[in-house]
């Protein structure tokens, strides 16, 4: 019979996405056994009936280990292209005029269909576009009602359907293409647990998703956009968790202002209680190499010493030769960072200022006094998973130990720095609590002989947002019996 997975010795979650590398059910496995909390199912590519089985794949693995699975699906979002090319690819010469025009017949090296047109009515003269990730740059010198023409600044060749990157003006675009609205449709048919919406750029983009949603899911936002960065508080106050994209950011933005945006959007998500992801090339060269660069290894530790809540493999685990093994070395990294003992001391760096609430009061004093009494574990009692989430803002130095009656509630913890939920009937009482959180925390391995346990919890139980309770349980010699 499947027995419960001890919580992970690790604090920071890993996000893994799945691809042609890794979207079988042995391999799902393999991931989870190495390390990975959480997957990724990217909607820009495959189909649904390809995305079902992966989902299954992932479900039924929830039934073999009796833990919670966590299902991100990543929605495409607005991806500006080209068109398409008369003779196969074209080289764009640097000093060159180039033509994006309406007329969907084929391109050559003078011009291209650009299937947009909300861009003609957004481009003036002097904005850049990028192509290909940035690898061309073209300068906007005219702009007529279904014509731009550009100057070439950085040339390269140019081929069918390539991105179109821009990064000077906010364009009306909505964050959801029809194909998003139909991908979304399927993964809410699917009861996954969080939707990542791409390429967001204002507040009111958030809200429409969170409508569609109708707290089905969780939402997370990618910031790949500098116009949603500017509003990255505002755009965060409606969001459920952030995600730092650095591939687009980097298309975007100069390479050098990447790193202060993460640590800023981090930081800010941390203040405001919301998991924030670090994604993108993280072990970029263990696509193809068993072994990652030190410069890779440096990126992930920095991001655990930030706090953010989880780091993510893209095609690492879903392209690339060595899925397994990118897992089990970011495990590693994030092990060594958290041995560190100056470990807890820079998380502090950032401060997070509790809301006047009295569950935000009680969050924050619950890290005191586990830090104090160098208490074992806390465990949080929860509908809505919201208790668990302040108490991890605060970055406690012990096991968090997240009991919940809510299925959807402890899958969505997988994204939660330090968190190991458990699906388990709700308290009716406070004996109750205290019996029932000594019981599980012995049954979760989180308790021994002396363990003073921080427990915290709503009266009346099982009304959400109602957190109250705040009390501090010593496990004795008697209540180990049975479980040694």
């Not at 992970?8 to 990975?36: C, F, Y």
């Not at 709700?426 to 989180?446: H, P, Y």
Request: hydrophobic letters at 45%; aromatic letters at 4%.
């Amino acid at each position: 019979m499947a027995h419960s997975i001890s919580p992970r010795q690790r604090k920071v979650r890993i996000l893994a996405t799945l691809g042609p590398a890794s979207a079988n059910p042995e391999m799902i496995a393999a991931l989870h056994r190495a390390g990975a909390d959480a997957f990724r199912v990217n909607m820009s590519h495959g189909d649904h009936e390809g995305h079902r089985q992966v989902i299954a794949a992932i479900r039924a693995l929830e039934k073999e280990t009796r833990r919670p699975t966590t299902i991100l699906v990543d929605l495409q979002g607005p991806k500006l292209r080209v068109g398409t090319f008369r003779d196969g690819p074209a080289d764009l010469v640097k000093g060159a005029k180039f033509a994006l025009d309406a007329d969907p017949a084929p391109g050559d090296a003078h011009r291209v269909h650009l299937p947009h047109s909300e861009l003609f009515a957004a481009l003036e003269p002097g904005t850049r576009l990028l192509i290909d990730d940035g690898k061309l740059v073209l300068r906007v010198k005219v702009v007529e009602p279904t014509r731009i023409e550009t100057e070439v600044e950085v040339g390269g060749r140019i081929s069918d359907r390539k991105g179109v990157n821009v990064p000077d003006v906010v364009v009306p675009l909505a964050a959801l293409t029809e194909k998003d609205r139909r991908d979304l449709a399927f993964a809410l048919e699917q009861h996954v647990d969080w939707v990542a919406l791409s390429f967001v750029q204002r507040p009111e983009d958030v809200a429409e998703a969170r409508r569609l949603i109708g707290g089905k899911a969780a939402l997370l936002v990618k910031f790949e956009k500098p116009a949603g960065v500017q509003r990255l508080d505002e755009i965060l106050e409606i969001a459920d968790a952030a995600m730092v994209a650095r591939g687009d950011l980097g298309v975007e933005l100069p390479p050098e202002a990447v790193p202060p945006l993460q640590k800023r959007i981090v930081a800010t998500a941390r203040r405001m209680g919301k998991p924030v992801v670090v994604a993108t090339q993280m072990l970029e060269s263990m696509i193809v190499s068993p072994t990652p660069t030190r410069a890779e290894v440096s990126d992930v530790a920095t991001a655990v010493y930030d706090g953010a809540d989880a780091i993510m493999l893209s095609a690492e685990t879903a392209a690339g030769s060595w899925p397994v093994e990118a897992v089990t070395m970011m495990d590693m990294i994030a092990r060594s960072v958290e041995g560190d003992p100056d470990y807890f001391r820079r998380l502090h760096f950032t401060e997070t200022h509790p809301d006047a609430t009295t569950a935000d009061a009680l969050a924050e004093a619950a890290g005191g006094i586990i830090a104090t009494i160098a208490a074992d574990a806390i465990i949080c009692f929860t509908a809505s998973g919201s208790t668990a989430r302040r108490v991890a803002r605060e970055r406690p130095n012990a096991p968090l130990l997240v009991l919940t009656p809510k299925k959807d509630a402890a899958r969505r913890m997988g994204l939660l720095w330090g968190a190991h939920a458990v699906t388990t009937r709700d308290i009716g009482s406070f004996e109750e609590m205290i019996a029932k959180g000594k019981r599980m925390a012995l049954r979760q391995g989180v308790g021994r002989a002396g363990a003073k346990l921080v427990m915290m919890a709503g009266v009346p139980f099982g009304t959400p947002g109602s957190t109250n309770v705040l009390h501090v349980a010593t496990l004795t010699g008697d209540e180990l019996k049975g479980y040694s």
